[in-house]
């Protein structure tokens, strides 16, 4: 089993529900659904587009999956979790937009929000006495990417490259698109999203997701609302 820690809105949230009508799947429920229909793509080739998202559920990555460390179990993590957000305050994105990120789309903060990603790398920081060594065979997968010096530096003391200086926080509504197909999905994205694009959200959550072995797909095991005064 993996555990991943997480920022996704509430299950009955409107931005949540598109998300879910989007990808075909709750990661609430652990159900799935009809999958959207994109003008010009065959249905087998929209599957293809949503597969990854679809599998780890709407979310916005805060700390990515892990193994638990030897000697730790779920209680103490669940423990920590809730004392974590207890003691973090909400989070306002002022602009949340669709965005082209590679080959991939994406909800982001059309700004950078500094107290979000400073409250990310505490997330980092904090749980991971609960992370067990990352894998060779996973930092072989991280590498076949391409990695920046700081990236490869992150791989090796976070388990994962994107932490720190190198976060961005997106909200993944595909994985890779190819450059033929990018218009076509912007376009029914945009019209999907329309309601949410340009628009604030308030981070009011987190959410711990579990993998129950490797490559099953992802859902929610707990969710705790930020309720701190402060996020120090």
């Known amino acids: 089993m993996r555990y991943a820690i997480y920022a996704t809105p509430a ?3 409107p931005l949540t529900r598109a998300a879910v009508a989007w990808l075909g799947r709750d990661a609430f429920g652990a159900t799935d659904l009809p999958l959207p229909t994109v003008e010009g793509l065959a249905p087998e080739t929209v599957e293809a587009y949503l597969a990854d998202p679809a599998r780890y559920g709407f979310h916005g990555t805060l700390k990515a999956p892990f193994g638990l460390a030897d000697g730790r179990s779920e209680d103490e ?9 207890a003691a973090s305050r909400p989070i306002a994105i002022p602009e949340l937009v669709l965005r082209r990120l590679g080959r991939f789309f994406a909800l982001v903060p059309n700004e950078p929000v ?3 990603d400073e409250w990310a790398g505490r ?9 067990a060594p990352i894998s060779e065979a996973d930092m072989a997968r991280r590498r076949a990417a391409g990695l920046t010096l700081e990236e490869e530096n992150n791989l090796v003391r976070w388990g994962y490259p994107y932490v720190f200086g190198a976060f961005r926080f997106h909200l993944s509504l595909t994985g890779r698109v190819p450059r033929e197909d990018a218009e076509a999905v912007d376009t029914a994205l945009r019209r999907h999203f329309a309601a949410f694009d340009g628009k604030p959200l308030v981070i009011d959550r987190l959410a711990l997701f579990v993998e129950p072995q490797r490559g099953a797909p992802f859902s929610v ?12």
Request: aromatic residues 12%; glycine residues 2%.
């Open 221 to 232: 095991r707990h969710v705790a609302s930020l309720d701190g005064a402060n996020a120090a």
């Open 11 to 13: 299950p009955d949230h």
């Open 123 to 131: 997330i980092v920081a904090d749980f991971d006495s609960f992370r």
């Open 114 to 116: 500094d107290e979000l």
């Open 77 to 85: 993590l669940l423990a920590a979790f809730d004392a974590f957000a």
